[in-house]
């Protein structure tokens, strides 16, 4: 189409300003007529009049005449259509998501900066058939050419990445054969859908363990061991812890819910991180001694003051450092050391360091999951939810500070907050 175009433009161009000629041809020979008495009265020279009748007859040309600007069609068929053209880049350029412009061929004559940052592959001149195999988009474009009305299918990609994308084709006339293709990116509605159908079964799933526990017990209490009290003393054992578990559960959803609806609305109040921490570690001086760990504190003089939320902050320090007493207690030891950062973003650091047997290295990224277990089974026993560190990970966010986590085998964790000053 565009080669077309160019291929006509010339015979449009000459054909145009032969029509301008004629239209002032009566004005220009008058002009000459000025011109030639100017030089024949020795008012001018021949070299000036004619490079100033030269210059009258070029603006000739150039300028639009009366009937062209009120009827732009007038210029051509094939101008109109590279105009049309122009203006349908114009429109694709300016949209967000990818789009693609075709010929009657099926061509891409044009593709807007997503679409190249998003299908790197559909270059321009090919035929789309050629660099995007799917039959449903194929499929659109020879309906939209034989019915003229729009289509709409579904892109699904599993290569380099698993993608979605709605496809909307369209065909702007029946003459030109142009067609207009977006691609609007479906993929975080998916991923976001798929997230909750996990969450809720992950939920599930973490709710029926013990509650199935329980009802077993129950039944066993009042049947065969509805005489034996060692029996029952055993039994209502477990089953405090069991129902102990269903409600860390149920706080930790709460909490989290909770922080996902405030997350956008960042914290006023002013927390000192040194009186912060003492708290942490004396609220967890039991579990410490039981699991046979020492907590070092490591501050630096004066005040650590950072703007945030104090029982939130105070969340994520017992979580961390209750992770890494019954995780990372192998070693013996846990240290937490607070320290300023010379940072625009940043103005605190606290390290939370264990020495025990660390995760591997795949592991890392997903610790921040919610109910991603490294080893599950022992998670459950030692009463975990999988849904500390995504809380961490959601409290950190709305203060806008930065978590990361390093950790090798056998040479524990160290989980990194920073927060700003």
Known sequence: ??????????????????????????????ILVVFVSLVGLD????????????????MALLIPGAVEIANPSMIGGEASEAIREEAVRLVADALPDPCLILDKRSNVIHRNAPAVQH???LMEGNRIAFSMRSPAILSAIEAVRRTGRPQVVELHQTVPNETWYKVAVAQLNDA???????????????????????????????????????????DTMLGPA????????????????????MSKLIDDLLSLSRIEMRQHVRPTSKVDLGTLLREV?????????????????????????TTGDHDELYEVFENLVENAVKYGGGGGKVDVALSRVDSAAYGWRVLVTDYGVGVEAEH????????????????????GTGLGLAIVKHIIARHHGALSIKSQPGQGTRVEVLLPA
Do not use: C
């Open 176 to 218: 030109d054969g142009i067609l207009v293709v977006t691609l609007q990116s479906l993929t975080d509605q998916r991923r976001l859908d798929s997230m909750r159908t996990d969450f809720i079964a992950n939920v599930s799933h973490e709710l029926r363990t013990p509650l199935t526990s329980l009802i077993g017990f129950i």
């Open 119 to 121: 299908f790197p592959g």
């Open 281 to 305: 570690n004396e609220g967890l001086q039991l579990q410490a001694k039981e699991a046979g760990v020492a907590v070092n504190l490591s501050f630096p003089d004066g005040g650590a003051q």
């Open 43 to 58: 008012y001018l020279d021949l070299l000036p009049a004619a490079a100033g009748f030269a210059l009258v007859l070029l």
């Open 226 to 245: 509805a005489k034996d009290e060692a029996a029952k003393e055993k039994f209502l054992g477990i089953m405090r812890n069991q129902a102990g578990r």
């Open 364 to 383: 890392v990224p997903r610790l921040t999951e919610r109910f991603y277990r490294v080893d599950a089974e022992s998670s459950r026993q030692k009463k």
């Open 1 to 30: 189409m565009t080669e077309d175009v160019e291929r006509g433009a010339g015979p449009v161009v000459v054909k145009r300003w032969r029509s301008r000629l004629f239209d002032r041809l009566t004005l220009l020979l008058a």
